[in-house]
Every structure is written in C-alpha cells, then in structure tokens.
C-alpha cells in the first residue's frame, strides 16, 4: 500500500489516495476473488491482468499466490513503470509487465490463448472487455471481470459478444467491502473454444462497435 501511495502522489494512477482508501479499494477489492473463485485458481498456472493501471489486482494476488505466473499489461507505460517500481521495490519475483494495446497484443503468439486467468478492474462494458480479454485465455480458461452490482441489463447485452468470442457466464461473486463501501461483485466467464483470428478487432472497433 504504502508503495502505491509514493507512485500515486506523483503519477495519479488511483483515485484512492488515503491509506483507508488504498488499503480498501484497491487491495482488499482485488483479493475479494479469492474468497469468490473457489478452486478456480487451481491449474491456473498463468494468470493476466489486463489494464492492470497501478497494479490491482496483479500485485495483491502475485503476493498472495507466489507460485502463480503473474503478467500485468497496460497500453500506457509510465503505469507499467510505477507497477515495475513497486515489484522491485517489494522483490516480487513472479510479475512480468507488458505495454501496449489488447487490440494488438491479442494477436501476439506468444500471449494468445496461453493463460488460465485473464483478470480486468478497468471499466468498460461487459461485450468490450469480453473481447480485450478472450484472446488472451486458453480454451477452459477463466475470465473475471470486477463490476458494480447493477449489472442485469449489461451482462443481458453481452450474450451476443459471449457466443461470438467463445465465452460463457457462469458464476457471479457479490461481496461487500464494509466501512460504507457497499457492494460489488465479480462476474466469471469460462472459455469454451479457441478464436478465430477475427478477434480481437483492431484499428479502435472494439470500443467504437461493441459486439
């Protein structure tokens, strides 16, 4: 927390600027998935966080589970600079950092369909991050996506974008922070196939039309 807070004062990468405010809303927010995942961890050898920004939730869970291949991405490189920062300065071992676009990096070898969890706090509909993140995970992969609780009607627009991008709903964690924070919850997709290499779209088409 208090390394976040030093990057923070001088790059803004978080609205929360307190101890309180970091300790609840970015750290404990980003471990709420491991009382939520049950033994989805299990056999996730390789996980992603995509738009990790200041490092939540790939710092609190690479802390967490030291045997799990942790790889943050973000497209803007000073976040991924304060986020190499902090590791350093904490010594953790098992975080790789990458810069750049998920329209891109989606497309890269190396990265497509090579991790059991692909993880997203930033925001941004439930059919847009579906395709940042379906890319990245293996087929049997899981995808979660931290969202507020008035989700009905967005995760009724996305059954399109799940057929499209061989994703499929399964689960949603409701959780409540404590302190006046209120709830939240996190809504877990499997990958159910590989994709064809449609996707993701490139050149701005996934914000721009939402499957």
Known sequence: M?????????????????????WVGNIL??????????DLF??????????????????PLAVSLPDLSCTGMDATQKKIDAVERIT??????NVRLICGRAEELGHDPGLRESFGLVTS???AEIPVLLEY???????GGILAMWKSVK?????????????????????????????????RC???????RNLPDTYPRRNGAVKAKPL
């Open 133 to 139: 993140m379906a890319p990245f995970a293996k087929k």
């Open 42 to 59: 299990i056999g996730a050898k390789k996980m992603l966080d995509l738009g990790t920004g200041g490092g939540f939730p790939l710092l």
């Open 121 to 123: 706090r930033a925001v």
């Open 186 to 192: 996190i809504l877990f997709f499997r990958k159910t």
């Open 88 to 93: 350093r300065s904490l010594e953790i071992k």
């Open 151 to 183: 989700i009905a009607d967005e995760l009724a627009s996305s059954v399109k974008a799940q057929e499209l991008l061989g994703t499929s709903y399964f689960k949603t964690y409701t959780y409540d922070l404590g302190l006046g924070w209120g709830e």
């Open 29 to 38: 927010d980003s471990l709420a998935i491991l009382n939520g995942s049950g």
């Open 2 to 22: 208090q390394e976040f807070l030093k990057e923070n004062r001088k790059l803004n990468l978080s609205a929360f600027r307190t101890d309180e405010h970091s």
